[in-house]
T-cell receptor, first 115, second 116 residues
Framework: AQKITQTQPGMFVQEKEAVTLDCTYD???????LFWYKQPSSGEMIFLIY??????QNATEGRYSLNFQKARKSANLVISASQLGDSAMYFC????????????FGTGTLLAVQP | DAGITQSPRYKITETGRQVTLMCHQT?????MFWYRQDLGHGLRLIYY???????DKGEVPDGYVVSRSKTENFPLTLESATRSQTSVYFC???????????????FGDGTRLSIL
């Protein structure tokens, strides 16, 4: 069965510093995708970044990068130069179920950026 | 660009009542999904739909009913609401279902449902 684990319920980071949010996953499927979503206090879910299991390079999107270590089954999100607006809940997710794009989510990490 | 809209945003009802949460998307996406978000569980998939008139169960389907007569709409019905169904409900859509398409799911703003 597929599983996503986020072991950090909450984290603090100083403004302008980098922060890494941990995510490990478990699946027996050879083909899968990993996603990170941001949920600010207003409640909406915002897609940040995607990594495919066959992608050779780590995904990057602006200040977000995904540290993908396939052998360790980890897909950590790195946010560089943290901003106050980065304070939010962050969810790691993985799709499963073949060509249906169903997602399984972790329990989330609440990030607080301090000035 | 309306995207994906959910209604109502907030709903309070009583146990045993029927309640329907609405989801509408303007992108003509094939796939639509319903999730519930609870503390300590993240988001869990309730039902999904690959196209009009095609629906299937997710991880936590008990107590819920869905339909999809039109591509753009995917209502979720609680036929007899229970307190355990108090939650935040998210609708999402994606253009395709293929793993290598880099097609993320796009989410609505959620419906906060309280069952007294």
């Amino acid at each position: 069965a597929q599983k996503i684990t986020q072991t950090q319920p909450g984290m603090f980071v100083q403004e302008k510093e980098a922060v890494t949010l941990d995510c490990t996953y478990d699946t027996s499927d050879p083909s899968y995708g990993l996603f990170w979503y941001k949920q600010p206090s207003s409640g909406e879910m915002i897609f940040l970044i995607y990594q495919g299991s066959y992608d050779q390079q780590n995904a990057t999107e602006g200040r977000y990068s995904l540290n993908f270590q396939k052998a360790r089954k980890s897909a950590n999100l790195v946010i560089s130069a943290s901003q106050l607006g980065d304070s939010a809940m962050y969810f790691c997710a993985m799709n499963y179920g073949g060509a249906t794009n169903k997602l399984i989510f972790g329990t989330g990490t609440l990030l607080a950026v301090q000035p | 660009d309306a995207g994906i809209t959910q209604s109502p945003r907030y709903k309070i009802t009583e146990t045993g009542r029927q309640v329907t949460l609405m989801c509408h998307q303007t992108w003509s996406h094939s796939y639509m999904f319903w999730y519930r978000q609870d503390l300590g569980h993240g988001l869990r998939l309730i039902y999904y739909s690959a196209a009009a008139d095609i629906t299937d169960k997710g991880e936590v389907p008990d107590g819920y009913v869905v339909s999809r007569s039109k591509t753009e709409n995917f209502p979720l019905t609680l036929e007899s609401a229970t307190r355990s169904q108090t939650s935040v409900y998210f609708c999402a859509s994606s253009r395709t279902g293929y793993l290598d398409s880099n097609q993320p799911q796009h989410f609505g703003d959620g419906t906060r449902l309280s069952i007294l």
